[in-house]
């Protein structure tokens, strides 16, 4: 099958969940079918990022690069029209123009889109091309959760967003063939009378990379992550400043990292005697065998935490809230700890920290849950199973009935 994919980002390097779940499946993808990329970006790709990803798109690989004049424009008739300003964002005249020109040349059996961002993008196209959406998560619930707990001045411009996204969740539905989504969790958060019609494609984890190594533990907890995305900055203050001191009242000597690329000015400024900023990694695995506990105290956010499974596959104990647990779906006390407030979170890490043998057994079991799960091989062939149900055959209009566009 020939597939045209679309993504809101390049996905390499790994530093994103939309990033890392396309670049896994199109691995997967690509030893069956012919994948024509199109990319679009806000940053530059280096040769290195882009040859991670050239074996997987034998159809060849494009590349749109964002620029700020076109973004701001984006936005402006995002507002004047009540889009969401995450679609304005990635909207781009020239990358649709572009879009439209693969269609005609290309000819796909099939258009995998990835996020409601791309969406728009088959506005125009919906009807003479079979399309599968990849919801990922729930934007309008993500946005909802940070409004909550947002400054004032900041609540009512994302309560406005959440608004504006659920609407458009459920409108962007009825322009594809099929949909996925990460998670049952996140499937209820769609507002569409059809949305148990959206299939659940989990992720997985490459237990090839991510796998158990024995270390020095230089820190006794873990958290990492995109430190630009806001509920994994909210979850780090939320560790530092209320969970580490209740900790810190039984073991004293505690020390925490917080891992991960772009740490804002906020999340910096957690960096204590006791608690590490590392920024960028080379290679995250060094933070996972080198700690005792991973935390991942998540509040706000939607989908599934990659983050949980990469420690578990490296045979971490870990702690974790009900929210993240929803779509991790391990069971507690068992595979994983839940806690909900500072005080329980501390508990359960006082717990693994106090009782080695234990926090091994935990560790060992979510071990086991995470290589039994989440298989890229197998998520990924589930969403070939939906692909496969509608390819170009089934249009009702045939686009080579359509005008090939001006190049």
């Not at 909207?91 to 258009?111: E, G, I, K, N, S």
């Not at 091309?129 to 947002?150: E, H, I, K, N, Q």
């Not at 990694?281 to 065998?289: E, F, G």
């Not at 057994?361 to 071990?367: N, V």
């Amino acid at each position: 099958m020939k597939l045209l994919v679309l993504l809101s980002r390049f996905p390499y390097p790994l530093d994103k969940g939309d990033k890392l779940r396309a670049f896994y499946q199109l691995r997967e993808l690509a030893h069956r079918h012919t994948i024509c990329l199109l990319a679009l970006t806000d940053e530059d790709v280096p040769a290195a990022s882009h040859a991670q990803v050239a074996s997987f798109c034998a159809g060849g690989i494009h590349v749109h690069r964002l620029r700020r004049p076109n973004i701001a424009r984006g936005l402006a008739i995002a507002l004047a029209t009540a889009l969401p300003l995450q679609i304005g964002y990635f909207q781009d005249a020239a990358a649709q123009r572009l879009l439209t020109q693969l269609l005609h040349t290309f000819r796909p059996d099939h258009v995998y889109c990835q996020l409601i961002r791309m969406a728009e993008y088959l506005r125009p196209h919906y009807q003479q091309w079979p399309c599968t959406l990849d919801y990922m998560d729930v934007f309008s619930a993500g946005v909802a959760r940070r409004a909550a707990r947002a400054p004032r001045w900041q609540r009512s411009v994302l309560q406005l967003e959440a608004q504006r996204l659920r609407r458009y969740e459920a409108l962007v539905f009825d322009w594809f063939r099929a949909h996925s989504i990460i998670s049952d969790q996140d499937r209820q958060l769609i507002d569409h009378p059809q949305r148990q019609q959206i299939r659940v494609v989990l992720n997985g984890i490459d237990t090839t990379y991510f796998q158990p190594t024995e270390a020095p533990k230089e820190y006794e907890l873990l958290f990492c992550g995109n430190m630009a995305y806001p509920p994994n900055i909210d979850a780090a203050v939320f560790l530092a400043e209320e969970i580490l001191p209740f900790v810190r009242q039984q073991h004293p000597h505690a020390r925490l990292l917080i891992a991960g690329t772009t740490p804002t000015a906020r999340v910096q400024a957690l960096a204590t005697e006791g608690v590490t900023i590392s920024g960028w990694l080379p290679d995250i695995r060094t933070a996972y065998a080198g700690a005792r506990v991973f935390v991942a105290p998540m509040r706000t956010g939607t989908g599934l935490q990659n983050k949980l499974l990469e420690a578990m596959a490296m045979r971490l104990p870990c702690v974790t809230t009900t929210l993240a647990n929803a779509a991790l779906r391990g069971t507690p006390d068992e595979q994983v700890l839940i806690g909900d407030t500072a005080i329980a979170l501390a508990t359960h890490i006082i717990k693994l920290l106090s009782y080695p043998e234990e926090a091994a057994t935990l560790a060992e079991q979510g071990l086991w849950f995470v290589s039994t799960h989440y298989n890229w091989s197998a998520s990924t062939t589930r969403l070939e199973e939906i692909m496969h149900l509608h390819t170009a055959a089934d249009v009702v209009t045939s686009p080579a009935d359509s005008p090939a566009p001006t190049p």
